[in-house]
């Protein structure tokens, strides 16, 4: 099994130039040409891993919806006005949403239908462009199946089979703040599991498993930023264990919740 970071370092290269993405953009072409622009990223290395925000995945592929259109329920009018919040989008959340995990202090927790429990259902009204206030973006509907169109597109322009993850920005529990985590693999797998081997005195690990694409997709976020218009970037050296994942292969499953 091949560590993380095996060899001590890792290097960011977020990718400029890509244009703004709208509903039926070939993005793989797209990020394609920014690879190729960017002498940084070249030649691709079997150690890199692409790493592509949500937004733009949702956007080419028409996730979209138009908050001018949405007539709110009433509940959630009187929920958004208490919390100085767009009922609107509160609506289009609940209509997305597999089931509402907590509602309070203008916060809307749900299970989205590919599984993650997040905040707002992953509908994000920010970094629309012309379209801001009155459009948001959905989820992709299989984030696994987005990332290996971009790989596969990758493999045939360039001729080696980097990984690719979709990333979002999720909040978790007990902590402030925001990081980017993966919504969507493909080529790796998202868990290092390293339970059954020794530490570095020697001593089984009982229960260690890392969650390998959440922090290189965390790590690409810091070179990418939130208002750099900057969409994706290669994570060079992580290694991570190649093979066929899914991001299910990460949620825990509802039985294992200690706080139900």
Known sequence: MTE??????LQVIALDGIPEVRPG???????????????ETQPLRE???????QKVVSKAEGALVDLTAIEPRPELVAFAERWDRDARQLEVVVREARRVVRMERGVL??????????????????????????????????????AARIRAAVRLAFGV??????????????????TDVAIGVSGMLPLDDMRGTPDADGRIMRSTVRATADEIASAAELALGKTGRRPAAIVRGANPTRGEGRIADSL???????FP
């Open 109 to 146: 927790i749900t299970e989205t239908r590919q599984g993650f429990i997040c905040a707002n259902g992953g509908v994000d009204a920010s970094n629309m462009g012309p379209e801001s206030g009155n459009v948001v973006t959905l989820l992709p509907v299989d984030p696994d199946a987005s």
């Open 161 to 178: 089979d980097v990984p690719v993850i979709v990333s979002d920005s999720f909040g978790r529990p007990w902590r402030w703040g925001i």
């Open 4 to 9: 993380t970071g095996s060899a001590g370092s």
């Open 47 to 53: 150690d890199d891993v692409l790493v592509v925000t």
């Open 25 to 39: 953009d070939d993005l793989a072409s797209m990020l394609v040409a920014a690879l190729q622009a960017n002498p």
């Open 252 to 258: 825990m499953p509802r039985e294992f919740d200690l």
